[in-house]
């Protein structure tokens, strides 16, 4: 399995507080990326990276922040969360030119 | 806009018997076309991609897609299922050729295979 670890795996939070998600990734590959998963939707990118400091948008890019300050770690800021925003976000390394994805395990947001 | 459509939401077949998972895809240019797969409480699983070159493809335990341009389909099959192949697949066609990280994914078809 890819070295990829998501924290926290679960967590439960109200309406209007920040919320931090982190990704850690030991295979040290450049390019990493967060997705959401709904039911009917199947995944939608929000942000990804393609080096330290070097972040762009996904489709569903409204109401999230990262940053990626090293390597290895790949943080998603949800600003000030809203109900909208319950789902599981996965992290994922891989893509460039040709190559797949390898997916975290994924992290499941409750925002009451 | 670019998209993926999987028209079925389940897929049941008997263990033994052949199974295909449908996807249909809409893109400009050259696609890059990927399956996924995910088990329960887990992340997503890389079965096989199409690049270039084959239009059959193999991939992780025993599946294959088959690439169909004029079609614009890329289904998922595989000779004979097994109940452990229960699971939800994803396709995903690439945004960028630089790219295949940036993904479009399908809604996703749960496959049940009964004993």
């Known amino acids: 399995d890819a070295g990829i670890t998501q924290s926290p795996r679960h967590k439960v939070t109200e309406t209007g507080t920040p919320v931090t998600l982190r990704c850690h990734q030991t295979e040290n590959h450049r390019y990493m990326y967060w997705y959401r998963q709904d039911p009917g939707h199947g995944l939608r990118l929000i942000h990804y990276?393609?080096?330290?400091?070097?972040?762009d948008k996904g489709e569903v890019s409204d109401g999230y922040s990262v940053s990626r300050s090293k390597t290895e770690d790949f943080l998603l800021t949800l600003e000030s969360a809203t109900s909208s925003q319950t789902s599981v976000y996965f992290c994922?390394?891989?893509?460039?030119?040709?190559?797949?994805?390898?997916f975290g395990e994924g992290s499941r947001l409750t925002v009451l | 806009a670019q998209s993926v459509a999987q028209p079925e939401d389940q897929v049941n077949v008997a263990e033994g018997n052949p199974l295909t998972v449908k996807c249909t895809y809409s893109v400009s240019g050259n696609p890059y076309l990927f399956w996924y797969v995910q088990y329960p409480n887990r992340g997503l699983q890389f079965l096989l991609k199409?690049?270039?070159?084959?239009?059959l493809v193999k991939g992780s335990y025993g599946f294959e897609a088959e690439f169909n341009k004029s079609q614009t389909s890329f289904h998922l099959k595989k000779p004979s299922a097994l109940v452990s192949d229960s699971a939800l697949y994803f396709c995903?066609?690439?945004?960028?050729?630089?790219?295949?990280?940036?993904?479009?994914f399908g809604q996703g078809t749960t496959l049940q295979v009964k004993p």
């Open positions: 994922a390394i891989g893509g460039g030119g040709s190559g797949e994805l390898f």
């Open positions: 990276s393609y080096g330290v400091k070097d972040t």
């Open positions: 199409y690049i270039t070159g084959d239009n």
């Open positions: 995903a066609v690439s945004v960028g050729s630089s790219n295949t990280g940036k993904l479009i």
